[in-house]
């Protein structure tokens, strides 16, 4: 459980999840700048040093940031689009309706139809009730008279780490928590 650890830039900005081994490589290889997480993740254990007879050991952190340039460029980067993340986005909450529901009850609903050119993206997608989606039909909200109850907005690329649902640690989870933007709804 939590085997995961969440790779930053050196500014601290989520790069992306990395294996243990994959963090021991960086480890390793002295690009780890500075780490942060209550207490190490796990503790791995290498071989024998000949010369002074001890055992090689790596405390690898849950959250370690690299030395070096960022890989990827946040100006360019929207999160990809998944359902699941949709749902959390709205937390489970019927754009129009304004009712929650489990995510089994739940469909992604197109704000301009896809057949009137609306696309799979982060600002025409909300989530919605299978009743509030076929009382809209191949409607807007203005001519089916249902007016949005949230606006949607493309999430933070700290937000979509937290959206994604993986099972993290709680002091990841709380670190991530702590740089959302102030008007996100994950707060």
């Not at 994604?164 to 102030?182: C, F, M, Q, T, Y």
Request: with cysteine.
């Amino acid at each position: 459980m939590h085997q995961h650890v969440l790779q930053l830039d050196i500014q601290g900005t989520p790069q992306r999840w990395i294996t243990l081994e994959h963090a021991a490589l960086h480890y390793a290889t002295d690009a780890v700048a500075w780490v942060d997480g209550t207490e190490p993740l796990r503790t791995l254990r290498g071989g024998t040093n000949a010369a002074t007879g001890r055992q090689s050991l790596i405390d690898v952190h849950p959250i370690i940031a690299l030395r070096g340039v960022a890989r990827i460029n946040l100006f360019d980067v929207t999160p990809s689009f998944a359902k699941h993340k949709l749902f959390r986005r709205d937390r489970h909450t019927c754009a129009y309706c304004g009712l929650q529901f489990p995510e089994r009850e739940l469909q992604c609903e197109h704000i301009v139809p896809e057949s009137r050119g609306g696309g799979w993206t982060w600002m025409n997608l909300v989530t919605a009730c299978a009743a509030c989606n076929g009382r809209k039909a191949d409607r807007t909200p203005g001519e089916a008279g249902m007016p949005l109850v949230y606006l949607p907005y493309v999430p933070s690329r700290f937000e979509d780490f937290l959206l994604e649902g993986r099972r993290i640690r709680a002091d990841v989870h709380e670190w991530l928590a702590s740089r959302l933007p102030k008007g996100s709804r994950l707060n």
